[in-house]
C-alpha cells in the first residue's frame, strides 16, 4: 500500500501504484494503473448522512444497483466481518455493450450516524486479478471516531 485517502468519514489505503483520481469532503475515487484497454479498474469511497441501520444501507445498495446498471446479476450478499460498525459484501455483474461485463464489489457499513459505501470495480476477466486489492480496501477501511 503507498498511503492513505479518504472522506471526513472514513478511509482507504491505495494501493501501490495506484492513482488518487479525485478527493472531497464525501467522495473518493482511486483506479489502477492504466493497461487493460477494456476497463480501468477503480474503487469509490463515498459517505452520507443516515441514521438508518446496515438492513437499510444494504437494500438500498442492492436496489441502485439494479437501478443504476440494468441487467445487473446478483451473485452475493454477505454480512461483512468489521470490528467497527456493521457491514455487507455485495458482489453483482452487469454487461456493458454486447461483449463486455463490469464487476462490482461493494462493501456497505451503517456507522449510526453515516452510510459508507466502497465501490470497487473491473472487467470481470480482471475480478480475479483485483479480487485482492479490493479486500485490502475493504478490510483497510477506518472510520473517524465521530462517523
Partial sequence: MS?????????????????VLEQTEHRVIVA?????P????N??????????PIT?????ALANAVGEH???L???????????????????????GEESEVAVQQYVWATGRHHVHLVAS?????????EPFFLDLAAGTTFAEDA
Fill in 3 to 19: 498511503g492513505r485517502t479518504g472522506t471526513a468519514v472514513a478511509s482507504i489505503p491505495v494501493p501501490e501504484g495506484w492513482e
Fill in 32 to 36: 489502477a494503473p492504466t493497461g487493460s
Fill in 38 to 41: 477494456a476497463f480501468r479498474a
Fill in 43 to 52: 474503487a469509490v469511497l463515498t459517505t452520507l448522512p443516515s441514521p438508518a
Fill in 56 to 60: 437499510d444501507a444494504s437494500s438500498a
Fill in 70 to 72: 440494468p441487467g445487473a
Fill in 74 to 96: 446478483l451473485v452475493s450478499c454477505d454480512v461483512w466481518p468489521s470490528g467497527a460498525h456493521p457491514g455487507r459484501s455485495l458482489l453483482f455483474t452487469y454487461p456493458v
Fill in 122 to 130: 473491473c472487467a470481470t476477466y480482471q475480478l480475479e486479478g483485483h
